[in-house]
């Protein structure tokens, strides 16, 4: 596609509900980046993807957090059993190489959880 | 830990001012560097980059940038700035140490009035 796109744009959900945040990189890009940015912060790496191996996931905060990209394509961002503190602006990236190469940037979702 | 910071959260300036962002960096190894700016509603977009050679690199939009070694920054300047220089910029860096995950500042928003 013509830049990274994520969905959905935002996301209000109730605590303890899982939520798949969803993103589709730019074609044809290797790397795939998933980051969280909490209001008045910068955003912070979660995990990363190199086609469909995840590289690294340290960013990952707990085991309720959980990443996805079988085709090395489409990825999905899952969080189990949502709680209040889970709600931020989730923003993903994809680069066209793997390593120190230019992140483009989706919209991000913004998900709250009451 | 390696970190990023930025030294102002908010600036407010009047249009043909100059504007000059701090940033620097905790790492002594070898860095990529980042500007990136986000319009009101729009997404992350990157203004310059740097990855060796001529410390002084030039962005989109007028911006520039200059990675001085020895004081770990990578400080953002304008000459004159326009109304719709208005945004969020943030201060990105790769290191060797964690190839491809961003490490971002916290961002400072700017404001320029006309």
């Known amino acids: 596609g013509a830049g990274v796109s994520q969905s959905p744009r935002y996301k209000v959900t109730k605590r303890g509900q899982d939520v798949a945040l969803r993103c589709d990189p730019i074609?044809?890009?290797?790397?795939l980046y998933w980051y969280r940015q909490a209001l008045g912060q910068g955003p912070e790496f979660l995990t990363y993807?190199?086609?469909?191996?995840?590289?690294?996931k340290s960013g990952l905060p707990n085991d309720r957090f959980s990443a996805e990209r079988p085709e090395g394509s489409i990825s999905t961002l899952t969080i189990q059993r949502t709680e209040q503190r889970d709600s931020a602006m989730y923003r993903c990236?994809?680069?066209?190489?793997?390593?120190?190469?230019?992140?483009?940037f989706g919209p991000g979702t913004r998900l709250t959880v009451l | 830990a390696q970190s990023v910071s930025q030294h102002n959260h908010h600036v407010i300036l009047s249009e043909a001012a100059s504007l000059e962002l701090g940033c620097n960096y905790s790492?002594?190894?070898?860095?990529?560097l980042f500007w990136y700016v986000q319009y009101p509603g729009q997404h992350l977009q990157l203004l310059l980059k740097?990855?060796?050679?001529?410390?002084l690199v030039k962005g989109i939009k007028g911006f520039e940038a200059e990675f001085i070694k020895s004081k770990f920054s990578f400080n953002l300047r304008k000459p004159s700035v326009q109304w719709s220089d208005t945004a969020e910029y943030f201060c990105?860096?790769?290191?060797?140490?964690?190839?491809?995950?961003?490490?971002f500042g916290a961002g400072t928003q700017v404001v320029v009035t006309p």
């Open positions: 990236a994809s680069s066209l190489f793997a390593g120190n190469n230019e992140q483009f």
């Open positions: 074609s044809g890009h290797v790397s």
């Open positions: 993807f190199n086609y469909e191996a995840q590289q690294d």
């Open positions: 790492y002594g190894g070898t860095v990529n």
């Open positions: 740097y990855f060796s050679g001529d410390p």
């Open positions: 990105a860096v790769i290191t060797t140490d964690s190839w491809g995950k961003f490490q």
